[in-house]
């Protein structure tokens, strides 16, 4: 689009600019216009946001924004200042990963994974809700992310697995506890 | 065979079709005969096999294959750690940005940096004349250059670039480059690609096909044309227009370039194919191989929409050395659809005649594909809509004329289902149609004109392993087809649609297959007793890490949490060809197999030598070596290990996997090659409201033959995302241009990938047909899927409404127009009156279902006896079986050039032969 589109107005304001990314206090300066995405990539040290179209059209890049989600791509910065911010990056406990995350690893939630996180955020938030969504509430939750990969079938069972594993309290294990003894059944 | 000069010299075995044992050439042969002795007894010793034995039975361990499994790096993708192109950053980086040309076809008159030079914080600025020599994917039509040398040939093609500190410096100096141009006339209309023009979109020299625009022709011709048409009573004829297609993968290219301080390029890009990528960049900035490490991100989606090396990785290493820095350029969506390669826009007339006895005594197929500016794979593509349409049927007579042409838009390429989407979709619905002119059910219709395992197809491909009987009982069944089709109210309907595909292509695009392997794989095992594998795969998603971690793990008896891999760099990973053409499985796999076994017999010799047991007792388990007949003799796998280890330290091995010798040698014999093949079948279930058009898919049966599902997750997974993705092509997905030749969607809100809400339940049905050659029996999953889900809705739609689309996608719109013209011509106001389609079978239905029963037992017989017999396609005919068609009657001919009679009357890509090569002119 570079070429087609007209300049962005340069030399906008900076401003400082504070939030709560992932239950830390985040503050620095940023352009006026800066949109959200682009300072949760390149400054808000989120790699994990993605953008995927620039227009609000693949739910890529999808953040909670105080619980709630938002296209980050369609969201002036400056809108959200102070608010409290949780990206894929937020969603783990330390090396417990939540059961959204772990359901869709093991059900083939994620394929290529670009529009994973997006998805993960917005159905972290319904879990956090509807603990025991059906499957129309999934699908409402779900509309606004496009995944090429998957059909978005094994999503749903991800979906499904991982709120059986929220009412069961099933405890996720730490993932850096012990692999594989390669010396079963012996002593060393 | 009457045209010597186009024999051209493919090293393979010509005429006769040899059935070598099965297994893998390369370095480390293992075509050992079968011993299911060796099966080990806790494994279940000597386990049922329906479809007989495998080769590599005796290596498994139990601990992996066929297990439904986690992708092996997908907990970095849910935690946001997995870096994707745009997601390295690199310090002091530069940003780059792209001049794009803003006219459909020009000649670059001069380009004026000076005002964007003076712009502060503009650190390197580069053009055409940078980078002189062109490149492309195959070694036959290389013309793409990284930026316009001399003119610009769609709107969105690269003129210069310039890195900056920043996104909006970069954007601002783009805009004050002056670029003059001459507007030249462009062409927009496939069809207008055919005729001579004053300035072709590209000159090829002495190789140029007459003035036109034409960039590449075939014409096959197979059998006893004569007959073909004399013969038949049922005649289906049809001319289809496809809309082209995009990927539409959610990550946008993005490429890193650093050059290191020893003055190496490190290019860190998400590619399915970086050998490909390596080898362009040595060309375009003329620096030796080994001076470059293509790193592979994290890839997000591809789909073949990443496998051409990108002019946008050249300028971002263009960029980085002039700048000395390093370079990151992302795309946003809309440049996504300019460099496109996506699946071609085309044109396809589909004739289809039957026989009497419901044969199929004749296929002629005429498709026109639309190339864009670019070459891409095209010239294989144009191929693969002929000849991958040649199975899974027997074939009286089979005649293609296909044609590229180059034309002012975005550049079409190679996108799942490769060049076999669209004819695959002409050809069922084609059926459907035979079917219903024949009064029989068109599922017995294809039941009884199958191909038997072990045969070969009328243009002489070796089919190995067939599952499409099995896919397409299944469908039939779980659908419960025989109660609903033609007896579903109007408005709703049922339709089938079948698919075959390549896993694998069989020769390698850069290199005589004799010379390299197509695929190699490392395997390193330390003190630690992990297994580092490395290889050149490219995962982009679709679990290749997984299936080679998979297959390791299971001929070393080792859990896959011991097993890590490495594949992202082309400094430590072998060559791989890439993942294209749905090889990765097949070959990579076969390649780890053949490592590790390498390895498994270092630890048996060392287990043997601790346990004081012989060799030929000892079987691998679960991290342990035992004695088959007393599992209490035995060692850890550790202490086999370090046994192993005395004597040199870290085990490591290398297997390789190469294509036997396959097909014969007319011109072209080579396109569609492929050590095995995939087989599927899908039925879609439909509603159509009659007074909008609107097409609502409200289920999926869908059977593919995979040979043995390695991770059947993973399988289900690339079944119901080719479901997704080919109901975006039948349904809603389109690139719109406008008259004037505007790409009018170049955005995901207008170009419409289906939701959650478009899809529809599918079903996913493994079939395995355990194919010998394959790992552990299998074959690929990734593609061939995709096809019989166009047809499959598109006869579906005319269940539901008697209407037979020939354009898609069948849009709201366009089905309206449909019925509504329907409505004039039966002079009926209310479409909710239209005639429901109905069948009453015709004395054929039982003829064909006693053959398909017949044809049935000789599958099987086929599979489980020792001796293959050959098998040639028109066995069915009448035929000797035994030889090739052309071998026993002097009729039945190959003929690769048309002759004066065809030209006097071409169709419309086969008029592309009406020009003659400059080289063969006398002028």
């Known amino acids: 689009m570079s070429r087609f589109r007209l300049p962005m107005i340069p030399a906008s304001d900076e401003v400082s600019w504070t939030s709560k990314i992932n239950n830390v206090d985040f503050s620095t300066t940023i352009a006026s216009n800066s949109i959200l995405l682009d300072v949760l990539r390149n400054k808000g040290g989120s790699l994990g946001t993605k953008r995927g179209c620039d227009l609000g059209t693949c739910g890529c890049c999808t953040v909670l924004v105080d619980g709630i989600p938002k296209l980050s791509c369609l969201t002036m910065a400056k809108e959200v200042e ?7 990056e937020g969603l783990s406990l330390g090396h417990h990963l939540h059961p959204i995350q772990e359901t869709f690893a093991e059900y083939g939630g994620s394929q290529c994974g670009f529009c994973t996180p997006g998805f993960l955020v917005v159905i972290s938030a319904l879990l956090d809700e509807n603990p025991n969504p059906n499957d129309h509430e999934i699908k409402t939750a779900i509309e606004g992310n496009l995944c ?7 999503i749903i069972d991800s979906v499904k697995a991982a709120s059986e594993i929220m009412l069961n309290n099933v405890k996720i294990e730490d993932s850096t ?10 002593n060393n | 065979m009457s045209n010597d000069d186009e024999m051209v010299g493919y090293r393979q075995q010509p005429g006769k079709l040899p059935f070598s044992r099965p297994g893998s050439g390369g370095k480390n042969q293992f075509s050992e005969l079968r011993d299911i002795q060796l099966i080990p007894e806790s494994q279940g010793g000597k386990k049922h096999q329906p479809k007989g034995d495998h080769r590599h039975d005796p290596l498994i361990s139990g601990t992996s294959i066929g297990k439904s499994t986690a992708l092996v790096d997908s907990k970095w993708k849910v935690t946001g750690k997995a870096n994707y192109g745009d997601d390295i950053r690199l310090s002091n980086e530069l940003i780059g940005k792209i001049v794009r040309s803003p006219h459909h076809y020009a000649r670059v008159l001069s380009i004026d940096i000076s005002k964007a030079v003076e712009l502060e914080g503009v650190i390197a600025i580069a053009t055409g004349a940078d980078a002189q020599n062109s490149f492309g994917v195959l070694p036959v039509t290389k013309d793409e250059h990284a930026m316009a040398i001399e003119k610009t040939r769609h709107k969105g093609d690269l003129v210069a670039c310039v890195a900056a500190i920043d996104e909006i410096t970069a954007l601002e100096a783009v805009r004050l480059i002056e670029v003059e141009y001459e507007v030249l006339d462009s062409i927009h209309d496939m069809r207008k690609g055919l005729d001579d023009s004053e300035y072709p979109i590209h000159d090829r020299g002495q190789y140029h096909i007459g003035e036109s625009n034409v960039q590449k022709r075939v014409f096959q011709e197979f059998g006893n044309i ?16 496809f809309a082209g297609v995009n990927h539409g993968f959610t990550e946008p290219h993005a490429v890193v370039a650093d050059w290191d301080p020893s003055g190496r390029l490190t290019l860190y890009t998400p590619q399915q194919v970086p050998h490909y990528v390596h080898r362009a960049l040595a060309d375009v900035l003329e620096i030796p191989m080994h001076q470059i490490n293509v790193y592979r991100t994290f890839v997000g989606g591809g789909f073949g929409g990443k496998s051409d090396p990108f002019p946008h990785e050249m300028c971002a290493a263009i960029l980085a050395r002039k700048s000395g820095r390093p370079v990151r350029i992302t795309f946003d969506r809309e440049e996504v659809f300019w460099v496109n390669r996506g699946r071609h826009p085309s044109r396809i007339e589909m004739d289809i005649h039957a026989d009497s006895d419901g044969r199929l005594c004749g296929v002629q197929t005429d498709a026109l594909i639309d190339g864009g500016a670019f070459a891409s794979f095209g010239h294989v593509t144009t191929y693969y809509n002929g000849v991958l349409h040649t199975a899974p049927y027997e074939l009286g007579a089979f005649h293609y004329t296909g044609a590229r042409v180059w034309t002012n838009k975005p550049a079409s390429g190679a996108m799942r289902g490769h060049g076999a989407v669209n004819s695959r979709c002409a050809v069922e619905v084609g059926l459907d149609d035979i079917a219903e002119q024949l009064s029989v059910d068109p599922i017995t219709l294809r039941l009884a004109n199958l191909l038997p395992p072990f045969s070969a197809t009328i243009t002489g491909f070796r089919i190995t392993s067939i599952g499409m009987r099995e896919c397409l009982e299944k469908v039939k069944k779980a659908s419960n087809w025989d109660k609903k089709f033609r007896q579903l109210p109007l408005g709703h309907g049922i339709g089938i649609g079948c698919g075959f595909f390549i896993s694998g292509s069989g020769l390698p695009i850069h290199w005589d297959p004799n010379k390299f392997p197509h695929a190699t794989v490392h395997l390193k095992i330390d003190m630690d007793g992990g297994v580092t594998i490395h290889t050149g795969a490219a995962d982009i998603g679709q679990g290749s890490d997984t299936v080679v971690a998979q297959s390791v793990a299971e001929v070393l008896g080792l859990p896959l949490d011991m097993i890590r891999v490495r594949s992202r760099e082309t400094d430590t990973s072998p060559v791989d060809l890439g993942s294209y053409s749905s090889r990765v499985t097949f070959m990579n796999a076969n390649a780890a197999i053949s490592a590790a076994m390498e390895i498994r017999k270092d630890l048996l010799k060392a287990a043997s030598i601790i346990t004081e047991t012989e060799i030929e007792k000892l079987v691998i388990g679960d991290r342990r070596i035992f004695d088959k007949q007393d599992p209490a003799i035995g060692v850890s796998y550790l202490e086999a290990l370090h046994k192993a280890q005395e004597d040199r330290g870290a085990l490591t091995s290398s297997g390789s996997y190469r294509t036997p010798p396959m097909g014969r040698a007319h011109k072209g014999a080579a396109a569609g090659l492929a050590p095995a093949y995939s087989f599927s079948a899908y039925v879609a ?7 909008t058009g609107q097409t609502k898919v409200l289920e999926v049966w869908a059977a593919h033959d995979c040979g043995k599902a390695l991770n059947p997750l993973s399988v289900k997974g690339q079944i119901i995302g080719s479901c997704h993705m080919g ?10 241009y406008s008259r004037g030749g505007d790409l009018l969607n170049p955005d995901l809100l207008d170009y419409k990938i289906p939701s959650i809400h478009e899809m529809p339940k599918v079903n996913p049905i493994i079939v395995e047909s355990n194919d010998l050659e394959g790992p552990f029996g299998a074959k690929e999953a990734g593609e061939g899927p995709l096809l019989p889900i166009l047809p499959a809705v598109c006869n579906a739609v005319y269940d539901a409404s008697g209407i037979r689309v020939n354009e898609l996608p069948i849009t709201g719109d366009r089905l309206y127009k449909e019925i509504e013209k329907k409505c ?3 002079k009926i106001s209310n479409p909710l009156n239209l005639p429901n389609p109905s069948l009453i079978h015709s004395d054929l239905q039982t003829v064909l279902e006693s053959r398909a029963s017949k044809h049935s037992e000789r599958d099987l017989e086929r599979i489980l006896s020792e001796e293959k017999t050959p098998y040639h396609n028109g066995a069915l005919f009448g035929m000797n079986p035994e030889v090739p068609g052309d071998e026993q009657d002097s009729r039945w001919e190959i003929r690769v050039i048309p002759d004066d009679q065809y030209l006097s009357n071409p169709r419309l890509a086969g008029s592309a032969w009406r020009h003659v090569e400059r080289r063969k002119r006398n002028d």
């Open chain 1, 82 to 88: 102070g608010s409290k911010i949780t990206t894929v």
């Open chain 1, 148 to 154: 090429r990969c998957t059909g978005y079938q094994q």
């Open chain 1, 177 to 186: 506890s012990p692999k594989s003894d390669p010396h079963p059944g012996f």
């Open chain 2, 226 to 241: 004569g007959e073909m048409i004399p013969n038949s009573v049922a005649n289906h004829k049809s001319n289809w227009l």
């Open chain 2, 685 to 691: 279930e439909v509603k159509v409201d009659m007074e």
């Open chain 2, 727 to 736: 109901l975006g092509q039948v349904l809603s997905e389109e690139m719109k």
């Open chain 2, 824 to 826: 004039k011509i039966l």
